[in-house]
């Protein structure tokens, strides 16, 4: 006969094994705009974000130009989601309709890594996400190299709707942005993210072999040379250039501890159908802004 600790047990183990097919389920987008790192401790100090230079002819002695020791800090939050499950309804085995809800929690967590890449690219908050290695917001009109080779202001951030043509002002403003020592980077933008509204343009601008906006037929340079992407977490007329080679990915998303379930307590105080045991899913993760130069926004 099954009694309730086996109940209670087998619970346990079919919380685990559905909180992890929740997340298997779920098909994360951040790696388009992030590069995923693993933390060993409670935060993570990034430097060296500049680029290296360019190769010089080795005709003399050793020329030292090292990284630049230009970084961030990123310190890992913690995260949790629990879900309370009665002991009554335990010890009369009618819990099934928790087993789905476990299945869901393993994919929110998927979910939430997802929201908040796709929400710092979408605003370049400082105050929520951290400010750029330079001090600056990371969308910002004046980011300047202190100390370096190069210290003319450059911009990544644009105010044009997009369109064919706003697509191509800021194509080129993107290409004319230069490393640290006055190099042009020739980043190779291969992503156009916008919202859900701007998803229609997205497909034209990157799929239409012809220039959809007007009627003579004219060559659509852009054409097959772009994805794009459209995300929620977009306000409605924001759209951003930016690469999605490992490297040279906009955002650094840290992880710390993957989701997973804490050790299930009880809480018999609690007078109300037997007590309770709760279920708590726990994991520490944040993220940060990489090279401003690896993203370039059309318009907020």
Known sequence: MIVRTDIAKSLEYGAKAQFLEGRNLWTPTRELIADPVTSTGKDETYVGLDDPPMPREAVDQVVLRGLAERGITIVNKDWETTLPVSHN?????????????????GMRFEQHMDKLCWQALNGGDGTTYGLCYDGNEFFDAA?????????????????????????????????GIKDSRGEYLEIP???????????????????????????????NPFNGKFRYHDSVHFDSTAWVLSCTLPGFKPIIFQLREA?????VWDDRSVAFEGGVRYFKFSARYWLGFSNWRYAFMGKT
Not at 196 to 219: K, L
């Open 143 to 175: 980011h300047a190299d202190a100390n370096a080779e190069y210290t003319t202001a450059q911009g990544n951030l644009g105010t044009t709707a997009l369109d064919l043509d706003g697509f191509n002002t800021i194509w080129i403003a993107a290409q």
């Open 189 to 219: 933008f291969d992503l156009l993210s916008v919202s859900p509204t701007g998803m229609t343009v997205a497909a034209q601008i990157c799929n239409n072999e012809m220039a959809y906006d007007t009627g003579n037929r004219e060559v």
């Open 259 to 263: 989701p997973k379930l804490e050790p």
């Open 89 to 105: 309804a335990i010890n009369d085995d009618r819990v099934g309709h928790v087993v789905p809800w476990m299945k869901k929690a």
